[in-house]
Nanobody, 116 residues
Framework: QVQLVESGGGLVQPGESLRLSCAAS????????MAWYRQPPGKQRELVAS???????TYVNSTKGRFTISRDNAKNTVYLQMSTLKPEDTAVYYC??????????WGQGTQVTVSS
């Protein structure tokens, strides 16, 4: 079965950086798009960034310029490079993928806490 496994979360101070990884059980090139979502405490899950098979990326305004989504097809991994982290970025971050058949997959989530 398809598995998405996130890693790289942790506790950091404001202004620091983290890189999240999402390792897929199969070739990520088989997916139409992959994305990172996050769910802050007590709030709804929200889109952070996405990347299509062709490499087109999208970002929400709150993270654009600070976060970068990328992928490494050879490693079957997508990344979320997070810079200049703010306390408002504290959330559980989830990897998401959708294929051409509109099957969707979610990772288990990784906690990112930004606090001094």
């Amino acid at each position: 079965q398809v598995q998405l496994v996130e890693s790289g979360g942790g506790l950091v101070q404001p202004g620091e950086s983290l890189r999240l990884s999402c390792a897929a059980s199969g070739s990520i090139f088989s997916y139409s798009a992959m994305a990172w979502y996050r769910q802050p405490p007590g709030k709804q899950r929200e889109l952070v960034a996405s990347i299509t098979k062709s490499g087109v990326t999208t970002y929400v305004n709150s993270t654009k310029g600070r976060f970068t989504i990328s992928r490494d097809n050879a490693k079957n991994t997508v990344y979320l490079q997070m810079s200049t982290l703010k306390p408002e970025d504290t959330a559980v971050y989830y990897c998401y993928a959708v294929n051409s058949y509109y099957n969707t997959y979610w990772g288990q989530g990784t906690q990112v806490t930004v606090s001094s």
